[in-house]
């Protein structure tokens, strides 16, 4: 009897050897790694101890705008009469501007120096002729729309004001000045206590102007910041107060009150404060 011999064939199992097929079906699990535990983030909040301190003051002055704008823009003249300034030069001119045919100051050097301090701010200037002026440094920005100002921005090197209002950032990193003027009519009552609509059609008016000055300044330290606290709000006033003197020597007593209860008035007019956080005066 002869034995029979049978061929066995194994077949894989389908859990041993997968098809390929099912390969792309079905991804396999990649190895996870312990993953160290994340911190949650902080949202970037800027340095209570430095705010940004808004310093304000303002004068009714018995002349036209155009040369009380003239005086402040006449830079180079600063240590004459801007309190602490010791030193002050026009470093660059704009294109001439197109109602006035003028070049004003692009950029300037002035060095203030008080007690043992001693600060060179070169700053970025931006004039707009008669009504506003415009003094930036560190991280300042102007406030003029640019739409205003083609003699400064048709200019292919305004590009360079900023790096060149850098300066030195060891008190302030960001210093904004700001003078503004508006003129306007005033007519003086008439002698015999009468309204103006009552008495003398011949009474003419007398221009007046008012001037505005707004300083935003932030200090590069708390120290700095704390130490402000006291002298700041009086420097606003010492400037404006500055400038009026100024413009008594330069431009003479100009269309002066007519008489003392309106010049009492006048100095009623003035404004001074200090303010703290990002509101801008415009």
Known sequence: MKATRRLL?????????????????????????????SRPSRPFVSNPLTPLQTLTASRILPYHAAPLYELIADIAAYPDFIPYCTSSTITSLSAPDAAHRKEWPRTADLRIGYGPYDELFRSAVYCLPHTVLEAVAGDAEPTIPKSRLAHYYEDPGH?????????????????????????????PAPPDGKTPQEGSASAPSRP????????????????????????????????????EKRATVVLGQGHGPESRAEEDGSKRSAMEGVTRGKNRIM
């Open 159 to 187: 590009e360079d004001d900023a790096e060149k209002s850098a300066g030195n950032r060891s008190i302030f990193t960001s210093l904004l000045t700001r003078w503004t003027f508006r003129e306007f009519p005033f007519k």
């Open 208 to 243: 007046r102007t008012e001037v505005n000055l707004v300083l935003e300044v932030r200090f590069a330290s708390a120290v700095y910041s704390a130490l402000s606290q006291a002298a700041a709000p009086k420097v606003a006033g010492m400037m404006i107060e500055a400038f």
């Open 9 to 37: 064939l194994l077949r894989p199992s389908p859990a041993l050897h997968p098809h390929p097929a099912s390969l792309l079906s079905k991804p396999r699990p990649t190895p996870t790694h312990p993953q160290p535990p």
